[in-house]
């Protein structure tokens, strides 16, 4: 995630919930992304649209939530400001 109001709103609701927050290195490639989703037992990931076609496809294991840009997210995809709206009324 870049330097947004979002990421900070991010960490904070991770750590609230009780949660870890583990930044990934936006240069990772697909197959490097897939591996620490993988072996970290992450249950959700927190994405950019910038960076969103650097997640892998395929059988999900993660849910994901995508900040919204001009680029959309993917099917399946959860919307950040969306669930923002849903969850605080």
């Given at each position: 995630?870049?330097?947004?109001p979002?990421?900070?709103v991010m960490?904070?609701?991770t ?5 870890v927050?583990?930044?990934?290195f ?5 197959d ?12 959700v990931l ?30 399946g995809?959860t919307?950040?400001?969306a669930?923002?709206?849903a969850?605080?009324g």
């Amino acid at each position: 995630m870049p330097r947004i109001p979002e990421t900070v709103v991010m960490m904070l609701g991770t750590w609230k919930a009780g949660a870890v927050y583990v930044p990934i290195f936006t240069g990772f490639g697909p197959d490097a992304i897939d591996f620490r989703l993988g072996h970290s037992g992450a249950k959700v990931l927190c994405t950019h649209w910038d960076y969103r076609s650097r997640i892998p496809t395929g059988p999900r294991r993660t849910a994901i939530l995508t900040v919204e840009g001009p680029g959309g997210f993917a099917d399946g995809d959860t919307g950040f400001a969306a669930t923002m709206v849903a969850t605080t009324g």
